[in-house]
T-cell receptor, first 111, second 114 residues
Framework: GESVGLHLPTLSVQEGDNSIINCAYSNSASDYFIWYKQESGKGPQFIIDIRSNMDKRQGQRVTVLLNKTVKHLSLQIAATQPGDSAVYFCAENMRNDKIIFGKGTRLHILP | EPEVTQTPSHQVTQMGQEVILRCVPISNHLYFYWYRQILGQKVEFLVS????????KSEIFDDQFSVERPDGSNFTLKIRSTKLEDSAMYFC????????????FGDGTRLSIL
């Protein structure tokens, strides 16, 4: 069935270290994936996306990795900063007009 | 930078009453969406809207929900007879060319049903 989820609800990372946020999806028909960042009191903010014909995509300080074999998606944030504190959601799309969000991981930055 | 705006930021309504949540999407966007987020939970898709009609809806979007684009700028979500379980944050989003282009979200309306 439709299921996009995350392995850990909370992740604490030292400022300056790299963060890796993981996501597992169960629907093989999904072929487009997105990472969103949600700060407290705000709506989700698009970070980066990836289509299923790719296994890696890089943005500014962020990299998304897609492993279709094990249905796994990850978001890597380089040199984590205090402003990266937020809840991160992965989301998927299956060639329709619907985006399915996962449960979210809260990223805490330790000083 | 253009943004999606939602009003009101907080709506308190008695159970059984009708409520209308309003959104002004980004002006050149063609696809519009409503999502809801119950406190502390994930964001749930409700409906997508394109070319003046619903293009996709979830199981949550039952007969008590409706959407409308009454003019060239507003996009509304109406809940006809609210229930306690409708209490949530409701987010509007828009995208230029469909869900495979970045969706821009508003900051939401917090709906509290008493």
């Amino acid at each position: 069935g439709e299921s996009v989820g995350l392995h850990l609800p909370t992740l604490s990372v030292q400022e300056g270290d790299n963060s890796i946020i993981n996501c597992a999806y169960s629907n093989s028909a999904s072929d487009y994936f997105i990472w969103y960042k949600q700060e407290s009191g705000k709506g989700p903010q698009f970070i980066i996306d990836i289509r299923s014909n790719m296994d890696k995509r890089q943005g500014q300080r962020v990299t998304v990795l897609l492993n279709k074999t094990v249905k796994h998606l990850s978001l890597q944030i380089a040199a984590t900063q205090p402003g990266d504190s937020a809840v991160y959601f992965c989301a998927e799309n299956m060639r329709n007009d619907k985006i399915i969000f996962g449960k979210g991981t809260r990223l805490h930055i330790l000083p | 930078e253009p943004e999606v705006t939602q009003t009101p930021s907080h709506q308190v309504t008695q159970m059984g009453q009708e409520v209308i949540l309003r959104c002004v999407p980004i002006s050149n966007h063609l696809y519009f969406y409503w999502y809801r987020q119950i406190l502390g939970q994930k964001v749930e898709f409700l409906v997508s809207f394109y070319n003046n009609e619903i293009s996709e809806k979830s199981e949550i979007f039952d007969d008590q929900f409706s959407v409308e684009r009454p003019d060239g700028s507003n996009f509304t979500l109406k809940i006809r007879s609210t229930k306690l379980e409708d209490s949530a944050m409701y987010f509007c989003a828009s995208s230029l060319g469909g869900p495979r282009q970045p969706q821009h979200f508003g900051d939401g309306t917090r709906l509290s049903i008493l």
